[in-house]
């Protein structure tokens, strides 16, 4: 049981459980997999939690609920992820045309993940879906959609091709693992940049601002 302070909510437990599944993923120095399958509105933040902790999601494109959701919303983004900056307001803004799109034609779909949240509570989590959605798209890079039916895997970037699941699964980890170290790398060079480089002269004399200790 989580006690996270609040009454009468659902969903206390998610973020606590997606940090368990990062520090066990840091503890193996494995990169974190989501797989969707179905779900409802509270899927939703499970996502928006596990991508803020960078895991790879895969969604059951075929399973119906907020995964078929992501999917039909992500399937048009997929194809344009090389035309659209990794951040900055193109992507935004074709994430939330996307979004608009999907609700004027399929609005239903986005009712239907409200059906398990208190009856009070819906318009207010419809509107908050809306947001998250946004949240969630954005990232096109962390995303593989896979349908059982067709066999057919999508990603950013790629042609859709035929894939077993498993196949899917371990291509998804190491899509993660290339991402992780890609991150990782840049977060090194912005450290290096911080850092003053020191030169030293013919004389043996240190030249230009000396780096904090405690930094290095």
Known sequence: ???????GEWLGEIEMRVSIEKKICEAHQVPGLQVVVQGSWGTL???TLALEKDMQVVLVADSGGCASVLAEILDPLLLRAAELPLEGFVRKKAVEEAIESYQNHREHRLLELMRTAPPATREKRLKEAKATLVKICINLERFTAYSFQSRLVKSANKKAVQRSFDQVLLDAIVLASKLDADKAEEEEQGRRSQIAPMRQSTDGVYHGRPPNPGSL
């Not at 049981?1 to 009454?7: F, I, M």
Request: proline share 0%; glycine share 10%; net charge negative.
């Open 1 to 7: 049981l989580v006690d996270d302070g609040t009454e």
């Open 45 to 47: 933040k499970t996502v």
